[in-house]
């Protein structure tokens, strides 16, 4: 057995105090009050709002990290888990578990993560602050029934979305507790680590250490250590993936969810993608249909069925090797896929912490009531982010193909190895290409961040807002800079605007379009009374604040076009005679303006033509010179300014 840590004095007498986790829960507890009230009451924007930063931007990206590093310690203090205890404790019934629930929680689990993982692309849940104090409250609405019913953690145990996702990361961490077998096998104490004594409750996730060989369901909230008697239990370091080397009772539907998750990371991935607008396209002309419900749900589909139907192909090919059936060969080398999965989770969202880690600062400072702050969210420069990201899947890679080979070498003879382990080293090289492949493509959104350190060009953002783990306008702070670079994201097309890149070019701003002329009119203004524009009738030099917008170009008569830069979701704006064609779902008349999300429903609304190019120069050209603001402009626009 590897060097035991709790032979560190200090560290055994902190673990097995009061203190620990209640020091960590509660710091945790406090924080997550916090967050609900900024989801809530905070900010409508995300973008502003110190909630969403913490949860998408720090939070959610650091959890597989947490997970590799010390297994499930994030379930020990997790908010959710202190709750089910403390109403356990006063108004428990402490009913056993159900029979279906220990039969097909695994399956409820995996069905909640891909559920709300859908969802919020679909309803925008990340993007939006309510959304996601609204998916907090639920859960914490399951949590209080589930504490209030059942024993121990049942929800954390069968029921909790993360569940499957951290069990299977937790299988890779490099911290392991496991009891002493020659130790526990005269322990006269009836199993107090699994039922409880005196020092404290039994295991709250229903393990009893004698038998545990693995990280997937244990919390690491040392109640065992507790309440061993005998000094059996031991912490150790292991190498990361080693657990997964040979599983004693490989799960069918663990091995599912680990390969359904390297689909989603696809999807994830795809959607952040410049070309996922025209796949978007493309799937609309196929099924007849621009709803963004049947179209993102059939991709969805498609993205996680052609990952099980690739692995189920090699399974099938192995199985001609190794003699083993189907379904033993899919699951046991199901788990193989977990080093990669996490390998692909991780570099997806290193962007979004990397690149915007300091929207957890700006974000603070505007809810303590400092101004907001102008420089770059991000904490490090694209090319260095792209090659880390490179670097986590080159990792994945090996440890992934180090698993098929050590699951092989462990059951079969070397010929059946050699074709055991060609079979899924190719599936595994496929989807690392798939991968790479997809990092490497340009993203939809690429922008330039003000800051003097010179931090720019940041990796792209979704044009989506519903990536669940992306930077986009789901994520409060735009990582690196304003929207201003994205070509698609400028403007809407001429079905919303009434030029059709036809104006007289001497003078492409004087038409005064009707509000007939506009599919959705959502007025701010008009020409004769540009102060109907602002909170403020004078509210001071360009640019100027406008609610959650700033406005880049100041509207008057005779002005039909104004350019806003959108601060909730840093899309570039079109402004026809005081029609916004932006919106985040503001009642008619209040000031509209479309969000990203309608770009995803209507991607040709987002294209500008060579015409509506040349109007928009000549505008520019005749409205500014070196005497006044430079308005921060689109890649495209630059090449011609």
């Known amino acids: ?3 035991n840590l709790l032979q560190n004095r200090t560290l055994r007498a902190f673990l097995i105090s009061g203190l620990y986790p209640a020091v960590f829960q509660a710091i945790t507890a406090a924080v997550f009050v916090l967050v609900i009230y900024q989801l809530l009451a905070g900010p409508e924007t995300a973008h502003d709002n110190f909630g969403t930063a913490l949860t998408w931007v720090l939070w959610w990206p650091l959890i597989p990290i947490i997970f590799v590093l010390v297994g499930r310690f994030w379930c020990a203090i997790c908010p959710f888990g202190t709750l089910s205890d403390l109403v356990q404790k006063f108004v428990g019934k402490q009913r056993p ?4 629930l220990k039969k097909y929680g695994i399956w409820i689990i995996d069905a909640l993560f891909i559920f709300i993982t859908w969802a919020d692309h679909i309803w925008g849940i990340v993007e939006n602050p309510l959304g996601s104090g609204v998916l907090l409250l639920a859960l914490t609405a399951g949590v209080v ?4 019913i059942f024993v121990r953690r049942t929800w954390c145990r069968y029921l909790c979305f993360l569940g499957g996702l951290s069990g299977n990361y937790a299988r890779s961490g490099m911290l392991a507790l496991r009891a002493n077998q020659d130790i526990c096998a005269i322990c006269k104490a009836r199993a107090a680590c699994y039922n409880g004594n005196e020092k404290g409750p039994g295991c709250p996730m229903f393990e009893f250490p004698r038998q545990l060989d693995s990280n997937a369901q244990c919390n690491l909230c040392a109640a065992c250590l507790k309440t061993c008697p005998n000094d059996a239990i031991a912490i150790t370091l292991q190498p990361p993936t080693k657990e997964l080397w040979f599983i ?14 390297m689909g989603i990371v696809f999807v994830q991935n795809v959607t952040m993608l410049e070309v996922w607008t025209s796949l978007l396209q493309a799937l609309q002309q196929l099924t007849g249909t621009d709803n963004y419900m049947v179209n993102f749900t059939l991709t969805f589909l498609f993205a996680m069925v052609i990952p099980l139907a690739l692995f189920g192909l090699a399974a099938w090919v192995a199985r001609r090797f190794n003699h083993d059936s189907f379904t033993n060969n899919f699951a046991k080398f199901g788990y193989a896929i977990i080093p990669l999965d996490i390998a692909g989770h991780m570099a997806h969202n290193l962007f979004h912490l990397l690149a915007e880690g300091k929207a957890v600062v700006f974000t603070a400072q505007l809810m303590l009531g400092q101004p907001a ?4 969210a991000a904490l490090l420069p694209t090319p260095t982010i792209q090659g880390l990201q490179y670097v986590l899947l080159g990792l994945g890679l090996i440890g992934s193909l180090y698993v098929v080979y050590a699951i092989g070498k462990h059951q079969y003879s070397l010929p059946k190895q050699l074709g055991t382990f060609t079979s899924y080293g190719v599936l595994i090289a496929v989807f690392l290409a798939i991968n790479v492949g997809l990092f490497a493509l340009p993203m939809s959104m690429r922008m330039h961040g003000s800051h003097s350190d010179g931090i720019g060009d940041s990796q792209a953002v979704s044009s989506h807002p519903h990536d669940s783990t992306q930077a986009n306008a ?7 800079q304003t929207s201003a670079d994205h070509p698609h994201d400028s403007t809407p097309s001429n079905t919303d605007h009434p030029h059709d890149g036809t104006e007289p070019a001497d003078h492409p701003h004087n038409s ?4 007939a002329d506009h599919s959705h009119d959502n007025s701010v203004g008009t020409h004769s009374d540009p102060a109907q524009w602002y909170d403020d009738p004078d509210p001071g030099p360009w640019p100027r604040k406008v609610k959650n917008m700033d406005v880049l170009f100041p509207p008057g008569e005779g002005r039909d076009l104004v350019l806003w830069n959108c601060m909730s979701c840093h899309t570039f704006v079109r402004i026809i005679a005081g029609h916004s064609a932006h919106s985040h779902g503001s009642e008619p008349g209040k000031d509209e303006h479309w969000d990203t999300h309608r770009i995803r429903h209507e991607p040709r609304l987002w294209r500008l033509s060579k015409p509506e190019i040349d109007t928009l120069y000549a505008y520019l050209k005749a409205n500014f010179n070196d005497q006044k ?13």
Request: hydrophobic share 40%; charged share 20%; glycine share 2%.
């Open 512 to 515: 005064t379009p009707s509000s």
């Open 248 to 261: 004693r009772k490989p799960k069918f539907e663990e091995a599912f969810l680990a390969i359904v998750i």
């Open 474 to 480: 789901d994520h409060p702070h735009d990582s690196t």
């Open 373 to 376: 702050s102008t420089e770059s």
């Open 629 to 641: 603001p430079q308005p921060q402009l689109p890649s495209w626009l630059k090449d011609v300014w």
């Open 1 to 3: 057995m590897n060097a």
């Open 145 to 148: 029934v589930s504490g209030a």
């Open 97 to 100: 578990v159900p029979a279906f």
